[in-house]
Every structure is written in C-alpha cells, then in structure tokens.
C-alpha cells in the first residue's frame, strides 16, 4: 500500500506527533521575611525564671540560657532566635502569657531583621 500524496508533500516530517519541549518562565519564590525576637530587661523578673523561659520556649541548654540572660540584663535587650512571622509571634505570645501567669513583667517583642 503507498502512502498518500499529502504524505508526500512533506518528506521531513517525522513519523507520529510532534514532541516539543514547553519552557515557561516560573517567577522566582522569595523566602518569606524573617523577624528577631527580643527579651527586654527590667529590674523586677528573677535571673532564673528568664533563664527557665529561654530553655522552655527556645530550647536553649542551661548554659546558653544563661549567657543569653547575662546578655539581656547587661545590654538591656537581646535577639533570642530569628524565626519566619507565624513563629516569632507565637513565641512571642507564649513567653509574655507565661510571664504574666507568673506574675513577672518580663517583656518579649519581635522586630522585621
């Protein structure tokens, strides 16, 4: 059996469908912004309970935890982690609930690095 004569007429087209590759330009994806949590020095809470809240909420091993609150109570404020917004506002949220149930005015805020 011969091919028909529109077959013919294009000897350079390959045999079946045509395969392509499709490029798109994707948009790159930023990382989202990064915020600093800070604790605040003040003249009332106890060394040992911002020590107890920097293991508890930061993870932080005893003698970081220490260090970081000799840095706080020497300089007046210190960056505790750097976390993505949803992180660092809950972090945030759970250190001034737990200072406020126990009564101590300890203040943590964060800030856009």
């Given amino acids: 059996m011969s091919k028909p004569d529109w077959w013919m007429a294009d000897k350079d087209a390959p045999d079946g469908p045509e395969i392509g590759v499709s490029v798109k330009t994707r948009a790159k994806t930023q990382r989202p912004p990064l915020y600093k949590v800070l604790i605040l020095n003040d003249d009332y809470t106890p060394m040992e309970f911002v020590v107890h809240v920097l293991e508890r909420f930061f993870g932080m091993d005893h003698a970081q935890a220490f260090e970081l ?6 300089k007046g404020v210190a960056v505790v982690g ?7 506002e809950t972090k945030v949220t759970q250190v001034m609930d737990f200072a406020q149930r126990h009564q101590h005015p300890l203040q943590c805020t964060l800030e856009k690095e």
């Fill in 69 to 74: 609150m000799l840095t706080v109570h020497r």
């Fill in 82 to 88: 750097v976390f993505a917004y949803e992180i660092a």
